[in-house]
T-cell receptor
Framework: NAGVTQTPKFQVLKTGQSMTLQCAQD?????MYWYRQDPGMGLRLIYY???????DKGEVPNGYNVSRLNKREFSLRLESAAPSQTSVYFC????????????FGPGTRLTVT | GNSVTQMEGPVTLSEEAFLTINCTYT??????LFWYVQYPGEGLQLLLK?????DKGSNKGFEATYRKETTSFHLEKGSVQVSDSAVYFC???????????FGQGTELSVKP
């Protein structure tokens, strides 16, 4: 039981390049989330998917797109990377509901030069 | 709007000292409150939670009580260990599909 897995662990991009961050969970959770973590700012929600086939914007969606490929997988795409997107990205999943625990992946450290 | 404010870190303590990390919140409706912990190089994991006023969450010697009158959810531990060194995040969720709103995090360093 791997929980939430993310690939890659590290990535360096040049400004304007594109990439997709992959996330998968094996807990049969309906809800999945993408956060970014920046120093002194905690985690901020980029996009979330309450269930398979639905996605919604979070607090900081600009410059990102997502795809809920199936119940297990939720990917985050940067179409044209900018230095402001240098961050650590975390994927999480949970059962539906407001008091449910979210399970986090190990994170992807992205640097945009 | 909904927000969470935590005391700034880093917090440095000696082993066996008493720990308090303050957390206050602003929310519309009736939030669920959480403490998550992030050990170096890892993702976040749930430490404890409380879903209604006056509930006390507890785990691994840590406790926090949901205080509606003071809109607070302070984290406490009676005797910290070196292994408790981590970043602690207070968070809330309120009737919006389980989305979490996080505080900025408080780094704790425990010295032997």
């Amino acid at each position: 039981n791997a929980g939430v897995t993310q690939t890659p662990k590290f990535q360096v991009l040049k400004t304007g390049q594109s990439m997709t961050l992959q996330c998968a969970q094996d807990m049969n959770h309906n809800s999945m989330y993408w956060y970014r973590q920046d120093p002194g700012m905690g985690l901020r929600l980029i996009y979330y998917s309450a269930s398979e086939g639905t996605t919604d914007k979070g607090e900081v969606p600009n410059g990102y797109n997502v795809s809920r490929l199936n119940k297990r997988e939720f990917s985050l795409r940067l179409e044209s990377a900018a230095p402001s997107q240098t961050s650590v990205y975390f994927c999480a999943s949970s059962e539906q509901g407001n008091s449910r625990e979210q399970y986090f992946g190990p994170g992807t450290r992205l640097t945009v030069t | 709007g909904n927000s969470v404010t935590q005391m700034e870190g880093p917090v440095t303590l000696s082993e066996e000292a008493f720990l308090t990390i303050n957390c206050t919140y602003t929310a519309t409706g009736y939030p669920s409150l959480f403490w998550y912990v992030q050990y170096p190089g890892e993702g976040l994991q749930l430490l404890l939670k409380a879903t209604k006023a006056d509930d006390k969450g507890s785990n691994k010697g840590f406790e926090a009580t949901y205080r509606k009158e003071t809109t607070s959810f302070h984290l406490e531990k009676g005797s910290v260990q070196v292994s408790d060194s981590a970043v602690y995040f207070c968070a809330l969720s309120v009737n919006q599909g389980g989305k979490l709103i996080f505080g900025q995090g408080t780094e704790l360093s425990v010295k032997p």
